[in-house]
């Protein structure tokens, strides 16, 4: 087909088998360690009665915090889009919040509010309580990565359902089927795609996450591999767990690839630009959601926020310096700014090529995309210390190399969104403009990145927001000297100076809701009009029967009543 | 559209140029190694000043203000990667004979044991090495010394305990009176390199026997030595063993802490002195300013900055602790000698053994 020309051009499968190659090195360097340690002495490792109780206690852990986030997510989805929820758009914005939270530092003020004997107890204590129960172990981090990590899965569900043609609902309850029926027979089943894209980032985020684990001492793979960096230095034996923990990502994928897979492809009458009925709640319904939302908001926010500012304030009161210093925040926004850059264009390939280009290749090149995302941070920049050192001496402990490490942690991330929006690009706009004459470079600058422009700024937000709170790799990547917001809180913990951490930690909270604000705003954008933004961010006159459909990402569901190109299909495997 | 084509644009050329920057400093460094094979890296060294990079796994804010009197009093300029001391010893592992570091400066004897044994560091000058004390507190290689004393202590909770209440040794707090009382960082290095200690004090099979000891009283572990303190002061423990300095810290911050240290003596397995040491990397390029950077860690002037504002034990003769701490020579120092801290593989096979990890 003439479409699938559109980009045939060798300079994306370049670009394409580049980044896929980049975010390899961390998987070829594990190999290679653990063929250091010879294979029979890593089976022994890996089939031991300890890795067994690690992956039990992994798999436990990520399956609870990803089902307990689909839980979270939906009903807020519903609550935020659909219903006369009073305050609404305050709580748009506030239930994305705790994504701005590092999980270290949400676990540090959880400990302080909720250990046995933190702030909570101190109130309970008048009436006698003694002890409360133990938040550390499966518990606490199933609490904490749970408050700190559900956005993901809200930000896709609240996309999808701003877009979900609400015809269907319609007729579904026009046939006489209860709004519950609906809810399960029709809404559910559009809603997959997005809670399974956000369940996919939640589950991998569980895996790779150290600061929950390892401050609320619950036993998973990366904090065992971070126990044997510690203490043993015996990188080879490390590197066995951290190839188990890539097998698990495997397994993640696969299971993904399954119920997305089964998905058919579904086209949607009317699109974004039908307004769906707002369901009212009723004055006891607003009164429980209201209280529910706030009860969410007060764990995930105001608890730690409010740990936070006690530590400052008993810091302030000994003339202990809180605030952060300026370079910090300049070093912080200078590095996530790049790296939100450079995953932004290392996705820009691999989303092309998976849109346009599905194929073997393509495919191999996404799944490669997300080994770096599952990984402890650790294990990537060991693995980039060691090329780097060894291969790229001129390369090493530059910024470069920094944002380097970033694009390889947070790529999925970028890819997600983007291709989300490339979907929804009709192919006969790319083809017009090559049967013009223009190249696919030209091509590509005006006409695929103005339409994809939403899921390049969604994409490059999150990746932002993801490498302000990053640690471990700044840690050991960064040019020496350059501390960042992150690295100073990590600095300051270690040696008992909470004060100085506090101030840190706050700032980062803060600059975090900076790209938080864009991708709620642009929700609202893409939610709100859907015919404005197609208008606004094109830049190009709209083209008469651009076929659009939904995404089996499901972060954007927008179609126009042409029939799609076959070749748009993606692939099912 | 174009705009944001011009951001992305400016954005990418803003990090070329920050990679371009950083390919210059490192040219230079490549330049320096390629002096010194071939005539000696003087004038080199004249040229920009001189520069030195240390990987510290101590913290920033202790160590920080020491470098900045050391660049104010010998203008070399010095950068600094701080992290944690196992992770640079990683990363100079890593770097092989890459390594940008001059000077290792490490939270504990056993990491450096590690480094020398492998070879990684270079001799020190005789006047640094005489410079401390007790022969115990440097490598019997010569590669490395220590910078101050960090002595084990048991701290508790003063609302609830009072000394008296405490065993006289460290060994007895396996006793099941202190069943849920107990709090300890076992993924912590000085933690590690104490167990190290006590295979020696105590043998293997009496270090398990502690360990497991401890075990059946269910101890809480933290993160770190500071999460500990925290703990005791907080009550969620009664007891924790800790380094004797984190307490001064957290009084510091807040004068009413109601924690105080126990020290332990006399050949207990409780009284054991650990350093934080520092040596310099055999690849450096530049040793004679890691030397003297060494020699300043190990002056009156800094030795005396560790102990006001780390409550540090000074390990040369001519400066005295801080008030309350006792002094270096009163501690018994451990028997054995503190390279054998590097059988750290061995401690942590343990530790999971017992369960502790």
């Given at each position: ?5 559109a ?10 088998i ?7 090195m ?9 063929h ?12 031991s ?16 915090v ?18 006369d ?13 705790p ?6 530092v949400?676990?540090?003020a959880?400990i ?7 702030m909570?107890?101190s109130?309970l ?6 002890r409360?129960?133990s ?20 930000l ?15 007729a579904?309850?026009?046939l ?45 793979f ?13 990188r ?26 089964r998905e ?37 926010l105001?608890i730690?926020?409010?740990?936070i ?17 300026w ?13 939100a ?19 073997r ?7 490669l995309?997300?080994?770096g ?8 920049a060991?693995?980039?210390?060691f ?6 001496p001129?390369a ?23 291709r ?22 030209t091509?590509f ?5 103005p ?15 993801t ?5 471990p790799?700044t ?20 040696e ?10 706050l ?12 991708l ?7 939610g709100?009009?859907?015919?404005g ?5 094109a830049?190009?006159?709209?083209i ?23 070749s ?6 | ?24 400093d490192?040219n230079?460094?490549?330049?320096d ?6 005539a ?6 004249s ?7 240390v ?6 804010d202790?160590v ?7 660049e ?18 990683l ?7 890459n ?32 410079r401390?004390?007790?022969?115990a507190?440097?490598?019997?290689n ?7 004393g ?10 609830v305990?009072s000394?008296d ?17 107990i709090?300890?960082a076992p993924?912590n290095a ?14 293997e ?5 502690w360990?497991?000891?401890i075990?059946a ?5 933290f ?9 005791v002061?907080d009550?969620e423990?009664?007891?924790?063993l ?7 810290r ?8 109601p ?5 332990y003596?006399?050949g ?15 690849t ?11 020699r ?5 002037e ?12 000074p ?9 309350g ?12 000698d503190?390279?054998?801290?590097l059988d ?5 096979d343990?530790?999971?053994d017992?369960?502790?990890?």
């Open positions: 087909m003439r479409v699938r020309d980009f045939e051009s060798p300079l994306l499968r370049l670009l394409g580049f980044v896929g190659f980049s975010a390899a961390p998987l070829a360097y594990l190999v290679w360690r653990t250091e340690l010879g294979w029979g002495e890593a089976w022994e490792i890996a089939s009665e300890r890795s067994l109780r690690l992956l039990w206690s992994t798999v436990r852990l990520a399956v609870a990803t089902a307990a986030s689909v839980l979270i997510s939906v009903p807020i989805a519903w609550l935020t889009t659909r219903t929820l009073p305050w609404r758009r305050f709580w748009i914005v506030v239930t994305a919040m994504l701005a939270v590092p999980t270290y949400g676990s540090w959880m302080g509010a909720l250990g046995p004997r933190g909570f107890q109130w204590e008048p009436l006698g309580v003694e409360v129960p938040i550390y172990g499966f518990w606490g981090s199933f609490i904490v990565l749970t408050l700190f990590s559900y956005p993901y899965v809200l896709t569900v609240r996309a999808a359902y701003r877009q979900l043609d609400p015809s269907l609902e319609e579904s309850r026009t006489g089927q209860s709004s519950w029926t609906t809810f399960i027979r029709v809404v559910l089943p559009q809603l997959r795609p997005a809670v399974v894209a956000g369940a996919l980032l939640v589950a991998l985020y569980t895996l790779s996450d150290f600061g929950a684990v390892s401050m609320l001492r619950y036993d998973t990366t904090r065992a591999i971070f126990v044997q960096y510690r203490g043993a230095l015996n080879n034996s490390a590197a066995v767990l951290g190839l188990m923990l890539v097998v698990l990502t495997i397994a993640v994928l696969a299971l993904e690839q399954r119920f997305r897979g058919q492809l579904h086209r949607i009458h009317g699109g974004g630009a039908r307004q769906a009925v707002t369901a009212p709640l009723g004055r006891t319904g607003r009164v429980v959601a209201t209280s529910a939302l706030g009860l969410l908001a007060t764990v995930a105001i730690p926020l409010s740990v500012a006690y530590w400052m304030w008993r810091g302030a009161r000994f003339g202990d310096p809180v605030l952060p210093d370079s910090l925040i300049r070093n912080s926004l200078t590095a996530s700014a790049l790296g850059v450079a995953g932004v264009a290392a996705a820009l390939p691999i989303a092309l090529l998976v849109v346009r280009h599905p194929g290749l393509a495919r191999l090149l996404e799944r995309s997300w080994s995302y599952a990984l402890p941070g650790v294990v990537v060991l693995a980039l210390v090329i780097g050192a060894q291969r790229l001129w090493y402990q530059t910024l470069g190399m920094l944002v380097f490490a970033y694009m390889i942690l947070f790529l999925p991330q970028a890819v997600g969104a983007i989300a929006s490339l979907l929804q690009i009709s192919p006969t706009v790319e083809e017009a403009s090559r049967m013009l004459g223009k190249g696919p470079i091509t600058r005006r006409i695929v990145l339409l994809g422009r939403p899921g390049v700024i969604a994409g490059g937000s999150l990746v932002f927001l490498c302000m709170k990053e640690l790799a840690l050991l990547l960064a040019p020496t000297g350059y501390s960042t917001l992150a690295t100073r809180v990590w600095t300051a913990t270690s008992g100076f909470m004060a100085r951490a506090a101030g840190a930690a700032a980062l909270v803060l600059l975090s809701t900076i790209p938080m604000a864009i709620v705003a642009r929700e609202e954008i893409r709100g009009s859907s015919r933004r197609r208008g606004a961010s830049g190009v006159r709209e008469p029967g651009s076929p659009g459909q939904s995404d089996v990402d499901g972060t954007a569901i927008e179609s126009n009543p042409t029939e799609a190109a076959p748009q299909r993606t692939p099912t495997d | 559209m174009n705009r944001l084509l011009k951001l992305l644009s400016l954005l990418l050329v803003a990090a070329l140029l920050g990679a371009a920057c950083g390919n210059d490192d230079d460094t490549d330049d190694s390629g002096a010194d094979t071939t000696g890296a003087g004038s080199d060294d040229d920009d000043g001189a520069s030195l990079v990987y510290s796994g101590r913290g920033e202790l920080q203000p020491i470098i900045d009197r050391f104010e009093e010998s203008g070399i300029t010095v950068e600094v990667r701080y992290g944690n001391s196992a992770e640079m010893l990363l100079i592992q890593e770097e092989g004979d390594s940008p570091a001059d000077v290792y400066y490490s939270q504990g004897a056993g990491f450096l044991g590690t480094l020398s044994e492998g070879g990684g560091l270079a001799d020190l000058p005789e006047d640094v090495l005489d401390v004390v007790d022969p507190l440097r490598s019997p010569d590669d490395w010394v220590g910078v101050t960090r002595a084990r202590t048991v701290i508790f909770n003063t609302d305990l000394e209440d405490l065993p006289d040794s460290l060994a007895e707090f396996t006793d099941p009176e202190w069943n849920g009382r709090g300890w993924t000085s933690f590690q390199d104490h167990v190290t200690a006590l295979r020696f004090i105590l043998g099979d009496g270090a398990r026997e360990l497991e000891g075990m009283n269910n101890p809480v572990a993160e770190n030595n500071g999460a500990i303190a925290e703990g002061a009550g423990v009664e007891v924790g800790t380094n004797h300095y984190y307490l001064y957290s009084l510091a911050e807040d004068p009413d802490f924690v105080q240290n126990k020290y003596s006399d207990d397995p409780g009284a054991l002195v650990n350093i934080a040491g520092a040596g310099v990397l055999s450096s390029d530049n040793q004679d300013a890691a030397f003297e950077f060494m300043f860690l190990l002056s009156a800094a030795q005396q900055m560790f102990s006001e504002a780390n409550f540090e034990i390990v040369v003769a001519d400066v005295e602790p801080q008030a701490i006792p002094s270096i020579d009163s501690l018994v120092l451990p028997v054995f503190l390279n054998l801290l750290l593989e061995g401690t942590v343990l530790l999971i017992v369960g502790a990890l």
